[in-house]
Each structure stands twice: as structure tokens, then as C-alpha cells.
T-cell receptor, first 116, second 111 residues
Framework: EPEVTQTPSHQVTQMGQEVILRCVPI?????FYWYRQILGQKVEFLVS????????KSEIFDDQFSVERPDGSNFTLKIRSTKLEDSAMYFC??????????????FGEGSRLTVL | AQKITQTQPGMFVQEKEAVTLDCTYD???????LFWYKQPSSGEMIFLIY??????QNATEGRYSLNFQKARKSANLVISASQLGDSAMYFC????????FGTGTSLTVIP
């Protein structure tokens, strides 16, 4: 079964460092999302990406965050200067055109970011 | 206003019994989708069930069913014949232009 893969599974970084989280979406998917989940809390929307541009972003997604799809396959989330409060599990999710019928959003297994 | 509201932070159920996890939503869009995801302690998000706003019948997937009451804007998840492996966090979500998640309900199945 096709799956969304994320790397790294866990990253520990010092405050102020840049972090890049990578996601390989399912090959024919067109809609890409990043969510984050602070330990024990709800899943929060960060950004959605379609047709090589951001389609929507939340207030969490400030200037420290950026997304891109540099090579047409990987979908990356960059945090320029990490803060302690960025410590969370970051989920990549993707959907195909039929998501509006089937409803399924495919999640990766998450990348746990720990900022020290 | 919250798009998705899950009022039960934690629920307990006896093994083999049925349990209902509550979810209400808020939207003015006539076209939307409602979902439930399971998140076990390992952390991954597992898709369980989907209900489209125009679907006339309640969605069912094995032991999962979605009790869709459109007028009340509720989309409760019913798990029948609970199993120990059902212990997890359960998130209700809604799709408009993007996906919104509730705060989750922690379900514990007691042997």
C-alpha cells in the first residue's frame, strides 16, 4: 500500500538552529499539508500546499516557517531559527484529487522535533 | 468559533462493549467531509472512517460507524465490540478547504 514517508523520525536541535523536515508524498497526490502536535495536545494545521504554492496557512506558520517542493518529489518544512516551543511532532499529510470524494488524508508517521 | 469540538477528553469502556465518542462541528459550507482518525501511543495517525456532507446514510467501516446528524452538526463515532487494541486517542476532523482537527478523546478499553 502506498504511504507517506517522513524523515527524520526524530531530531534534536539547539534553540536558534535551522531544521528541515522532509516528506515524500504518495506519487500521484497533489495536496500537501503540514500539521504539528505538541505532546498531549491536539493536531494543529500549519500549512497546505497545492500546485507548487501555499494555498492556506495558519497563524502558527509565521516567517520562521517555509515550505517547498524543491525537486518535485520531496515536500519540506523548514524552521529557520527554532524556539523551545517548536518542540512537537510534525506530521506531513497528502491527498489525491479523489480526496474530496473518498475523504482520506494520508499521514506520515511524523517527525519528532526536540528543541533544547 | 471552534470548527471541531470534542467534549470528552477521556473515555473508558469495558472490553466487548460499544462506545460513542462525541464530535460536533461548525461550518456554513454546504459541502464538507467528516473524518475520524485514531492515534495509538506509537504516534501515527490512522484513518478510520469518512462521511460526506451529502451522504444520506451513515458511514460504516467494520466495527466503526459514524452517527451523522446533519441538523445537529454532530458526527459521533461508534465503536462496537471494543477491543484492547482500540485504546488510543481519537480525533474528529472536518474538511472544508483544508482539514480541521478536534482536540481528541483518549479512549481506554478495560479488560
Amino acid at each position: 500500500e502506498p504511504e507517506v514517508t517522513q524523515t527524520p523520525s526524530h531530531q534534536v536541535t539547539q534553540m536558534g538552529q535551522e531544521v528541515i523536515l522532509r516528506c515524500v508524498p504518495i506519487s500521484n497526490h497533489l495536496y500537501f499539508y503540514w500539521y504539528r502536535q505538541i505532546l498531549g495536545q491536539k493536531v494543529e494545521f500549519l500549512v497546505s500546499f497545492y500546485n507548487n504554492e501555499i494555498s492556506e496557512k495558519s497563524e502558527i506558520f509565521d516567517d520562521q516557517f517555509s515550505v517547498e517542493r524543491p525537486d518535485g518529489s520531496n515536500f519540506t518544512l523548514k524552521i529557520r531559527s527554532t524556539k523551545l516551543e517548536d518542540s512537537a511532532m510534525y506530521f506531513c499529510a497528502t491527498a489525491g484529487e479523489d480526496a474530496w470524494v473518498t475523504g482520506e488524508l494520508f499521514f506520515g508517521e511524523g517527525s519528532r522535533l526536540t528543541v533544547l | 468559533a471552534q470548527k471541531i469540538t470534542q467534549t470528552q477528553p477521556g473515555m473508558f469502556v469495558q472490553e466487548k462493549e460499544a462506545v460513542t465518542l462525541d464530535c460536533t462541528y461548525d461550518t456554513s459550507d454546504p459541502s464538507y467531509g467528516l473524518f475520524w482518525y485514531k492515534q495509538p501511543s506509537s504516534g501515527e495517525m490512522i484513518f478510520l472512517i469518512y462521511q460526506g456532507s451529502y451522504d444520506q446514510q451513515n458511514a460504516t467501516e467494520g466495527r466503526y460507524s459514524l452517527n451523522f446528524q446533519k441538523a445537529r452538526k454532530s458526527a459521533n463515532l461508534v465503536i462496537s465490540a471494543s477491543q484492547l487494541g482500540d485504546s488510543a486517542m481519537y480525533f474528529c476532523a472536518m474538511r472544508e478547504a483544508q482539514f480541521y482537527f478536534g482536540t481528541g478523546t483518549s479512549l481506554t478499553v478495560i479488560p
